[in-house]
């Protein structure tokens, strides 16, 4: 694995909502009949191999392919903690990336075993990630405190991203304390969330004091990745479903949701949770920054 040789800065990958490859200007018309036109992102294809073996075709925005390609093999469990990545190849008009082990790898078995998740965009996970997150133990000694989360939704809602240009799309974080690292954003939340992973693979970069927001639902599916990821908290705007919280209390992740302006709730792991902000000093979250949950 690639170790981390600086520290991140904050924002170090961000979204870039001008960039001409992942939305475009359509017309049309509104409730008036008025003409109108808006911004709307692109959703492509791509599909991944791992050595010679085609693994799954994504429908994604098409950045970071590279990371997006790592990620999703790692939260996977297709490439294991020590397999040396010998190269990642992609190609723009084919729409196809290829990661390269010096391991020998076969997963004809593994892919007849998918569970179709209610990730947007349909996520797929593998039979065999359920034993895997029996396996993994989060570091009890993460903490969150009041004032890291606070201000780490400010500094998110008001960066400026692909949501806020064009909407019909999710925003995961990687952050540390009160610093946002990493921002992906993609059509399918499972899609940024392997972005964070891949980038974190190729990067050397720790998961234990690091803290994960997105902006979608709190499903079993971000649960899952998230403990594979060894990430030990876990935020999003959205709200829960019965078996991400279950699944979140069994691998001890602390889980808080609902997280808009002075508001949040936890219904896992608020043993880490340090109250140290006072609520009077914290402003009511602005009009133009909300986002309208799970499905913006």
């Not at 040396?84 to 196809?96: A, K, P, S």
């Given at each position: 694995?690639?170790?981390?040789?600086?520290?991140?800065?904050e924002f170090e990958?961000?979204p870039d909502?001008?960039?001409?490859?992942?939305s475009?200007?359509?017309?049309?018309?509104?409730?008036d009949?008025r003409?109108?036109e808006?911004p709307v992102v692109?959703e492509r294809?791509?599909?991944l191999?791992?050595n010679?073996?085609e693994?799954?075709?994504?429908?994604t925005?098409?950045?970071?392919?590279?990371l997006?390609a790592?990620?999703?093999?790692?939260n996977q469990n297709?490439l294991?903690g020590?397999?040396?990545i010998?190269g990642?190849?992609?190609?723009?008009e084919?729409?196809?990336?290829?990661?390269r082990?010096?391991?020998?790898?076969?997963?004809?078995?593994?892919l007849?075993?998918?569970?179709?998740?209610?990730?947007?965009?349909q996520?797929?996970?593998f039979?065999d990630?359920?034993?895997s997150?029996e396996?993994?133990?989060?570091?009890?000694?993460a903490e969150l405190r009041?004032?890291w989360?606070?201000t780490?939704?400010?500094?998110i809602?008001?960066?400026?991203?692909l949501?806020?240009?064009a909407g019909a799309?999710h925003g995961c974080?990687?952050c540390?304390?009160?610093?946002?690292?990493v921002y992906?954003?993609?059509?399918?939340?499972h899609n940024?969330?392997d972005?964070i992973?891949?980038?974190m693979?190729?990067n050397?970069i720790?998961a234990d004091d690091?803290?994960?927001?997105?902006?979608?639902?709190l499903?079993?599916?971000?649960?899952?990745?998230?403990?594979?990821?060894?990430?030990p908290?876990?935020i999003?705007?959205?709200?829960?479903?019965a078996w991400?919280?279950?699944?979140?209390?069994?691998a001890?992740l602390t889980?808080?949701g609902?997280?808009?302006?002075?508001?949040f709730m936890?219904?896992?792991?608020a043993e880490?949770?340090?109250?140290?902000?006072?609520?009077?000093a914290v402003?009511?979250?602005e009009r133009?920054?909300?986002?309208?949950?799970?499905?913006?």
């Amino acid at each position: 694995m690639v170790k981390n040789a600086k520290p991140l800065r904050e924002f170090e990958v961000a979204p870039d909502p001008e960039d001409p490859r992942l939305s475009e200007v359509v017309t049309g018309v509104d409730q008036d009949g008025r003409p109108v036109e808006v911004p709307v992102v692109y959703e492509r294809p791509l599909t991944l191999f791992l050595n010679g073996q085609e693994i799954v075709t994504m429908m994604t925005i098409g950045d970071h392919p590279d990371l997006l390609a790592v990620g999703y093999l790692a939260n996977q469990n297709m490439l294991a903690g020590d397999d040396e990545i010998t190269g990642i190849d992609y190609d723009e008009e084919l729409q196809v990336v290829v990661v390269r082990t010096a391991r020998e790898t076969n997963y004809e078995e593994k892919l007849k075993k998918k569970i179709r998740t209610s990730g947007c965009a349909q996520g797929t996970i593998f039979g065999d990630v359920m034993e895997s997150f029996e396996t993994v133990r989060l570091p009890p000694d993460a903490e969150l405190r009041t004032s890291w989360l606070y201000t780490l939704m400010r500094k998110i809602n008001t960066q400026p991203s692909l949501y806020l240009h064009a909407g019909a799309i999710h925003g995961c974080v990687l952050c540390e304390e009160d610093r946002p690292l990493v921002y992906m954003e993609d059509v399918g939340r499972h899609n940024a969330v392997d972005k964070i992973a891949g980038f974190m693979r190729l990067n050397g970069i720790s998961a234990d004091d690091k803290i994960f927001y997105t902006t979608g639902r709190l499903t079993s599916e971000m649960i899952l990745k998230t403990v594979m990821m060894r990430i030990p908290i876990l935020i999003s705007r959205s709200g829960f479903t019965a078996w991400g919280v279950e699944l979140a209390r069994k691998a001890g992740l602390t889980l808080v949701g609902r997280a808009r302006g002075k508001r949040f709730m936890a219904l896992s792991g608020a043993e880490r949770i340090v109250y140290d902000q006072d609520l009077s000093a914290v402003p009511e979250e602005e009009r133009k920054h909300r986002r309208k949950g799970a499905h913006a």
